[in-house]
Nanobody, 116 residues
Framework: QVQLVESGGGLVQPGGSLRLSCVASGFTFSRFGMTWYRQAPGKERELLASIGWSSGLTSYADSVKGRFTISRDNAKNTVYLQMNSLKPEDTAVYYC?????????WGQGTQVTVSS
């Protein structure tokens, strides 16, 4: 079955950086685009960044453009989210997502807290 496992979250000061990882299994990773989302308390889940199956095509939400970078390593079945210049408003649970066989799969999420 499809599984997504995120890691790399934590507490970071404003202006700091984190790199999130999402290890995928249960499907042919190299054939599917991947997406990162986040959800802050009391807010709707927000799409942050997407990457095509071959890494050649990426897109970003305006809120993170220029600060976050999505990438993937198909040999490791892993998608990454490099987050720089973090702000308190980036505090949220971060999820990776894949749409396989007409179903949306989500990981368990990883908490990112930006605070001094």
């Amino acid at each position: 079955q499809v599984q997504l496992v995120e890691s790399g979250g934590g507490l970071v000061q404003p202006g700091g950086s984190l790199r999130l990882s999402c290890v995928a299994s249960g499907f042919t990773f190299s054939r599917f685009g991947m997406t990162w989302y986040r959800q802050a308390p009391g807010k709707e889940r927000e799409l942050l960044a997407s990457i095509g199956w071959s890494s050649g095509l990426t897109s970003y939400a305006d809120s993170v453009k220029g600060r976050f970078t999505i990438s993937r390593d198909n040999a490791k079945n892993t998608v990454y989210l490099q987050m720089n210049s973090l702000k308190p408003e980036d505090t949220a649970v971060y999820y990776c997502n894949v749409f396989v066989n007409y179903y949306n799969y989500w990981g368990q999420g990883t908490q990112v807290t930006v605070s001094s």
